[in-house]
């Protein structure tokens, strides 16, 4: 079987895959996961050359019109026949225009793909609204320049947005809204307001991303409960890296949330699991967690922060195998009325370097447990004196009462470092969306012809 008839027969099942579902069907995603990469290690020389080769020959971009679609019929005039392997394609265009937008789709049913074009509007990019779930592909394209929304996707479930770049826009980078979607390998840097918001887009997996140098967050999810955010690299946003607000049972792994006021924050947010980010040298938190609850923090580095992890209203969390370096503040800080939290298996290392000679934890609250009681064992403090428990610094008067002799994660004596060292390579993301370009423009072109 070729490759690119491999990844024709799983696309669509990669595009529905519920990710957020990870703790359910984690065999089932694993082995999609594995089935890829072992598949990819296999491309030959000459795949991989044709690939490039592809990637290489972009299209002349047309200059054009702005382009209002409001049903099936006014896809007509664009190449292809509607269905989901042959979708009409809006491909190559210059779309710069002071109309309010540069393409705006609604009310339709057919599949279609808006395909490498430049798009700059007074006010969206791309808008589509109220199409067929699963009906829209958005890929390849660079929209600048436009004061609202660069792409923005409404009440349209099931789209794609890949490979985008939407930067130096007065407004957000991608939105959406009500719209649960795939959205993958898109840059979305230097937007005046968040690189990528999803509000109300419940079930959406959101992977590949590098949101950096945005005006207030690089990915903001609201009322997107179920969600899969992963694999993102977040820089230098004037906010924060990722936002979890209002949505529960999401899953946050394997994001590099560096330089940014806080690193992750999660607010009015339960049932979630933070695990794998690196989240270092931001203003203040590294991992903030504000009125969430039932929120599993594991195996995430937070170094350099004014404070690495921080509970405020935060209650039933459980804390593990975090390392947390040379915080100016405390490694972790619990304020009023975050109670019955759980904290182990946690390496701290010379934090407080700003407050002095403290210990390297503050708890205000109650009923806080900073050892497992079922294994005896507690939490790395590199300034514990070897014998008796650690204490905790605050008026809840915890103890660590079995503090470990050695960390339980590595760590460099220099902390400054961007690397994630849990980074695993996303190889399906490298192969997949090459060919899947490859498949769309060979169809198309064989109807053309």
């Given amino acids: ?118 798009i700059d509007a007074r006010d969206f990019g791309i808008y589509i609204n ?16 436009n004061d609202l929304s660069a792409i923005r996707i409404e009440s349209s479930s099931n789209s794609t947005v890949a490979n985008n770049t939407c930067s130096n826009n007065n407004g957000y980078g991608i939105s959406l809204f009500s719209s649960y979607s795939t959205v993958f390998n898109n840059t979305c840097s230097n937007n005046n307001n968040h690189g990528m918001k999803l509000d109300g887009a419940f079930k959406s997996t959101v992977f590949n991303n590098t949101c950096s140098n945005n005006g207030y967050s690089g990915i903001l999810l609201r009322s997107s409960s179920s969600s899969n955010v992963t694999n993102n690299i977040c820089l230098n946003n004037n906010v924060n890296g990722i936002v979890l607000a209002y949505s529960d049972s999401s899953i946050v792994i394997n994001n590099t949330c560096n330089n940014n006021d806080c690193g992750i924050d999660s607010s009015n947010t339960e049932n979630s699991i933070i695990i794998n980010n690196m989240c270092n040298n931001n203003k203040w938190e590294g991992i903030d967690l504000s009125f969430s ?36 503040g405390y490694g972790v800080y619990l304020s009023t009325d975050s109670d019955n939290n759980l904290f182990h298996h946690n390496t701290f290392v010379e934090n407080t370097l700003a407050i002095g000679d403290k210990p390297q ?43 470990l002799d050695e960390p339980t994660v590595e760590y460099s004596v220099d902390s400054t470092t961007d690397e994630n060292p849990f980074n695993f390579t996303f190889t399906l993301i490298i192969v997949i969306i090459p060919l899947l370009l490859m498949k769309l423009y060979s169809r198309k072109r064989l109807k053309m012809d």
Wanted: net charge negative.
């Fill in 1 to 118: 079987m070729k490759i690119e008839e491999f990844i024709a027969q799983n696309i669509y099942s990669i595009r529905n895959l519920n990710l957020c579902g990870f703790m359910k069907k984690k065999t089932t995603l694993i082995l999609l996961i594995l089935t890829f990469a072992i598949y990819a290690s296999n491309i030959n020389v000459q795949i991989t050359a044709e690939v490039n080769n592809y990637g290489s020959t972009s299209l002349e971009l047309i200059p054009h019109n702005p382009i209002l679609i409001t049903s099936d019929s006014d896809l007509e005039v664009f190449p292809g026949s509607g269905t989901a392997e042959d979708p009409y394609f809006i491909e190559g265009y210059n779309i710069t225009t002071t109309s309010d937008t540069s393409i705006y789709i609604t009310g339709t049913t057919k599949y279609f793909a808006i395909f490498n074009c430049y």
């Fill in 130 to 145: 109220d199409v067929a779930d699963g009906t829209a592909i958005v890929i390849y394209n660079t929209c600048s320049y």
């Fill in 293 to 328: 609850d039932n929120i599993k923090v594991t195996n995430n580095t937070c170094n350099n922060n004014s404070y690495g992890i921080r509970l405020i209203y935060s209650t039933f969390c459980v804390v593990t195998y975090n390392l947390l370096q040379e915080n100016d």
């Fill in 361 to 403: 934890a503050y708890d205000n609250s109650t009923n806080n447990f900073w050892y497992d009681s079922a294994t005896q064992e507690g939490n790395y403090w590199s300034d514990w004196s070897g014998t008796g428990s650690y204490s905790i610094d605050g008026d809840a008067d915890s103890v660590d009462l079995y503090p």
